[in-house]
């Protein structure tokens, strides 16, 4: 679709290259961004342009790209807007103010480009073309001594391999208060856009590093007074491996030192010499019997569960509350004691 002209010269097309003007202008005479000034933008100048070039991605929704442009930990070619006949409000319009203040060219392309562009993905109307993110090395981490925090938690990710499982992992464990991120290096996937959107931005401003020696890494923990928390399914054939490794109920897990938490991989769990390497496994006890077919949970909602059973323990938390307090009535004495037994959890299962 060939570049028309835009009312103001707010966009304009030269020697083939599309020239966008910032909204630097409008905050010089303190006018609201997303008013005149972005009207004046044509409401479909976006270049055919398949996927971004020269090395950038396309990060798409709305909390990622707000969260990318607060972190500036990107560089950012251009902020890409849905067309659309209303004022911007709430956090669009931040969005626009803060590619404003850093000069970010802004398009208003249709909603049919930008699904084009996306891939059909769930974009909320906002992308931004911007450089990729990678996993810091491990040895920019810097060191931390168990005796700094004796309640320091890290999440350490062996293998995941989906996008979205990886994504849904970091925002719990940036919402529920995990120190540090270490993943693989080898056979993880790559903290891609969609990984971002499933993350809600987390990703954008959490650090995650890696390493190509993950055991080595563990052990080298393991060395420094650090506890190694592997996890597991239910006890079984399957583990005996691990039989000489004590496996506890994550409900009955004493946080009293600085903790490596390691999950495994959506399909086969941890590998023989990561889960070598821990002091310790964790699982997690089903509500019910379980038929087969339905005896494992998914890898992110096991984290979830997970972080959330260690981190409630930390002194200030949320639900540190008592919790006779939030219960009416007296509890029933008839209620069978029995112990169901382990859900088997694939992605906290043995190698």
């Not at 409000?89 to 392309?109: F, S």
């Not at 391999?161 to 719990?172: E, I, K, T, W, Y």
Request: aromatic share 4%; net charge positive; glycine share 10%.
């Amino acid at each position: 679709m060939a570049l028309l002209s835009a009312v103001g010269g707010a966009t304009w097309h030269c020697c083939g290259r599309l020239l966008t003007r910032p909204f630097s202008q409008a905050s010089g005479r303190g006018e609201r961004p997303g008013g005149e000034e972005l009207s004046r933008l044509l409401l479909d100048d976006l270049a055919p342009t398949p996927r971004p070039a020269g090395g950038l991605e396309l990060l798409f929704g709305l909390s990622p790209c707000l969260l990318a442009l607060r972190a500036a930990r990107r560089r950012v070619a251009r902020l890409l807007l849905q067309a659309s006949r209303s004022r911007l409000q709430g956090e669009r319009a931040e969005l626009l103010c803060a590619a404003e203040a850093r000069d970010i060219p802004v398009l208003r392309p249709s909603r049919r480009k930008l699904d084009v562009l996306c891939r059909y993905q769930v974009h909320q109307g906002v992308c931004m073309e911007v450089s990729p993110l990678r996993p810091r090395p491990w040895a920019e981490a810097g060191e931390a001594r168990p005796g700094d925090d004796p309640q320091q938690l890290w999440l350490v990710l062996e293998g995941l391999q989906d996008p979205r499982n990886l994504g849904a992992v970091l925002r719990s464990a940036h919402f529920l208060g995990v120190d540090k991120v270490i993943t693989s290096r080898r056979n993880s996937c790559p903290l891609s856009p969609v990984v971002s959107k499933a993350s809600a931005g987390a990703m954008e401003v959490m650090d995650v590093f890696s390493t190509d020696d993950l055991a080595g890494f563990l052990q080298a923990k393991s060395r420094q007074g650090w506890l190694v928390a592997g996890t597991v399914g239910c006890p079984g054939p399957e583990i005996s491996l691990s039989s000489e490794i004590p496996i506890t109920n994550c409900l009955e897990f004493l946080w009293d030192r600085p903790t490596l938490l390691v999950l495994g991989n959506e399909g086969y769990g941890l590998s023989r010499e990561v889960q070598a390497s821990c002091q310790l496994l964790l699982s997690i006890r089903p509500g019910r019997q379980l038929p087969p077919g339905l005896e494992s949970l998914n890898v992110s909602v096991a984290a979830g569960i997970l972080l959330h059973s260690i981190c409630s323990q930390r002194t200030g938390f949320p639900v540190e509350g008592k919790r006779e307090q939030a219960l009416q009535g007296p509890q029933d004495p008839s209620a069978s004691s029995e112990v169901p037994r382990v859900a088997q959890h694939p992605g906290l299962s043995s190698g």
